[in-house]
């Protein structure tokens, strides 16, 4: 199938493109990268009246540290968050979670603003956001205002994002010393959409968790954070009856959605098995 009819305009500023975006409301549509917005024009499940391609925005392009926190531009590339050194350092979360977006060419075109901004459930990003306590960067007509990552996906493919408003970036927080990451999935091939996958963040001192945060995607219409088997495991030492309490309790944190390949059941269990995978690579 081929695209339907739209116009078509590329701000040269920030400011021409929330005017556009002002001016047309929720019949725009925003071009980032790309990867999932031609998908549906092509199979027509999108139809705006005008396209506002934002790639030429560079000053959304970048990251650095910046007060206390590493921020990612909202047009970064998969492939620059992949290969970069502060990211490796200071996220080791994201750092993990990149390698299992799709496929080379997506990620040498996808971004991280559009991954964020689209609220795929079984995306990385809105995991990580979520297991990190990231601040999300808005724009609009009455200025920048901030949203944390838990308020910010709302439902499926529906974020706290209003149509006359940009995602500038993402703000994670630096960790302190004694925290640790993980990120695990489980998908039909590497780079398909994850059937169960998640993203672990917490205290380890002395093999004992505390402030563990984990959030699941591929389980339900926006990624989740479990905080019941997370409350299981505050303060104590990972082992068998720990790890136990936790896979009990995350049935009362998660409801999956069965798809066409999987029951409800099955991807609860799944869950189970990576929450067991996952505490053990944060504690070794």
């Not at 396209?51 to 531009?73: F, K, P, Q, W, Y």
């Amino acid at each position: 199938m081929k695209a339907p009819s739209f116009a078509y305009a590329r701000p040269d500023s920030l400011r021409e493109a929330l005017e556009l975006l002002a001016r047309h409301g929720e019949a725009a549509r925003v071009l980032a990268g790309g990867q999932s917005l031609l998908a549906s024009l092509n199979m027509r499940l999108s139809s705006p009246e005008l396209l506002v391609d934002i790639t030429g925005l560079g000053e959304l392009s970048g990251i650095r540290v910046r007060n206390g926190a590493l921020c990612i531009g909202a047009l970064t590339r998969h492939c620059e968050i992949e290969r970069s050194a502060e990211v490796a350092r200071h996220l080791p979360l994201l750092a993990q979670a990149v390698a299992h977006v799709a496929h080379v060419a997506i990620r040498n075109a996808g971004t991280l603003g559009g991954s964020l901004a689209l609220a795929d459930p079984a995306a990385e990003y809105p995991a990580c956001a979520l297991a990190l306590d990231a601040t999300l960067v808005i724009a609009g007509a009455g200025g920048e205002r901030r949203v944390a990552a838990r308020d910010f996906f709302r439902a499926l493919y529906s974020t706290a994002l209003g149509p006359d408003e940009l995602l500038l970036a993402a703000e994670f927080p630096l960790s302190a010393p004694g925290y640790r990451s993980a990120f695990l999935e489980l998908a039909r091939r590497q780079g398909d959409y994850a059937i169960v996958g998640v993203a672990a963040h917490g205290r380890i001192v002395r093999g004992t968790i505390s402030d563990l945060r984990l959030a699941y995607l591929g389980v339900g219409a926006t990624a989740v954070r479990a905080r019941r088997a997370a409350a299981a495991l505050e303060g104590k030492a990972y082992g068998p009856q720990a790890l136990a309490a936790a896979q009990a309790a995350l049935g009362e944190d998660l409801d999956p959605s069965p798809d066409l390949y999987h029951t409800a059941a099955t991807k609860l269990h799944l869950a189970r098995v990576l929450t067991g995978r996952v505490l053990a690579a944060l504690v070794q």
